[in-house]
């Protein structure tokens, strides 16, 4: 006879929390020392750390390739004396696993703080994200096989969009005034802020919002204004920044990565007198006034949908259809659509995270294996980039009918009922 076994398992959140946070953590570290990035990681990060270890808040006038906001030369500065060490002694693996510990230590905080918005709809749904997160191939590869910063990034973007999901104005916009003191690339999602805050809050709500994060970024800037003797220092970096490549496209998996126009200059003709440049210009106009208009269409119907369906697609378009976008600049849109699953409560939106997951993967790792190995990896790039850019454009499609569906009809739900995580 059979013999039957009564076997239950009763999880603990945050002892499961505990070991997903350890694993994530140890496996990001591990692959951060032992891979040598030697590309833009040593040419500009460990520089960085070696200037401001010499002055953190006058870094902008002695350190030449200082091109980023303050908040990441800033914790730099606390592990430069190791990073220096590390440099002294020559030892790859010291000096990658420090160089890329902030965004390694930021990525394991987004695994938490998915955790945390998950569990406000149920216990499972926390452990999920944070399990989605904490196995994300391409933040990992971000963070720990390249040691960029993006998760940074990211995890203000998370924060901001979790707030106004909590309708916490305020909190939003010290979010984002975080994440525009990281990189420049928060600054794409002004639009969506502002929309947001003077459609759906009253003037006064939306005027203190802004102060509050408006004083956040200035007191950010102000040591280094300072220490610079340069009151135009943020604008510097910030315009400095987008000037710097004037590219149609810097290896990005988008409309122009299907031609000839890796690091072509954005000057050449698109049609007739009419350069690159000015369509670019051209296309982030357009797609500014389409994402107003949807605004006030919603508005006008006196209906909303979660802010961070607007930002998934207004960032997701801007990469593709817009010039001068590198290789990472569509990792957003992989936070985003995430939060656009559980926030939406939409089984289809989970399915574009993976697509936008396996895309952003492919282009980072595509471009990285080639900048440090050359070879092989240099001869196939320009035909996986071609191969990459067609099936980023046919997921924006999918997305995109997702998108308009949720505007022209009410948000619900459309999770079977035995698979709801939510």
Not at 77 to 83: H, K, L, M, N, T
Not at 185 to 209: G, N, R, W
Request: hydrophobic share 50%; proline share 4%.
């Amino acid at each position: 006879m059979e013999q039957k076994y009564n076997f239950q398992i009763h999880i603990n959140e945050k002892v499961w929390l505990g070991c997903i946070v350890v694993f994530a953590l140890v496996l990001r570290l591990l692959i951060g020392g032992c891979y040598y990035n030697g590309f833009d990681t040593v040419s500009y990060n460990i520089p960085w750390a070696e200037g401001v270890r010499q002055g953190l808040f006058n870094a902008y006038s002695h350190v030449e390739s200082l091109n980023y906001p303050p908040l990441f030369p800033t914790l730099l500065f606390f592990i430069s004396g190791p990073i220096h060490h590390a440099v002294e002694i020559q030892s790859g693996f010291l000096q990658m696993f420090w160089i890329k510990l902030i965004p390694i230590l930021f990525d394991i905080g987004l695994v938490v703080l998915l955790y945390a918005i998950g569990k406000k709809y149920n216990q499972l749904c926390g452990i999920f994200l944070s399990t989605m997160w904490a196995l994300n191939i391409s933040t990992i590869f971000n963070c720990s096989f390249w040691g960029q910063t993006d998760s940074m990034l990211l995890f203000w973007i998370a924060a901001m969009f979790f707030a106004f999901q909590r309708k916490r104005p305020t909190l939003a916009c010290i979010f984002f005034a975080l994440g525009c003191l990281t990189k420049l690339q928060m600054a794409y999602l002004a639009p969506i802020l502002l929309l947001e805050l003077f459609l759906y809050y009253k003037p006064k709500v939306a005027f203190s919002a802004i102060g509050i994060g408006v004083g956040v970024g200035a007191l950010g800037w102000l040591p280094f204004i300072i220490g610079s003797h340069n009151l135009l220092l943020p604008l510097n970096i910030y315009l400095g920044g987008f000037d710097e490549y004037n590219y149609i496209n810097l290896n990005a998996f988008n409309l122009y990565g299907i031609g000839s126009n890796n690091w072509k200059p954005d000057s050449s003709p698109f049609f007739g007198s009419f350069t690159y440049q000015d369509w670019g210009t051209l296309v982030s106009v357009l797609l500014l006034i389409g994402i107003v208009f949807i605004y006030l269409y919603l508005r006008w119907q006196k209906r909303h949908i979660p802010a961070v369906l607007h930002a998934t697609m207004f960032m997701n378009a801007i990469f593709l259809f817009s010039t001068k976008m590198h290789e990472r600049y569509q990792i957003p849109v992989v936070i985003l659509s995430l939060l656009c699953f559980v926030f939406c409560q939409n089984w289809k939106m989970f399915y574009g995270y993976l697509g936008v997951t396996a895309i952003t993967f492919i282009n980072q790792a595509a471009f990285l294996l080639k900048a440090n190995f050359q070879g092989g990896f240099s001869t196939y790039f320009e035909f996986v980039q071609r191969v990459g850019s067609i099936f980023n454009l046919i997921l924006f499609v999918y997305l995109l009918y997702l998108y308009v569906d949720f505007i022209f009809r009410p948000i619900e739900p459309n999770l079977p009922q035995q698979n709801k995580i939510l």
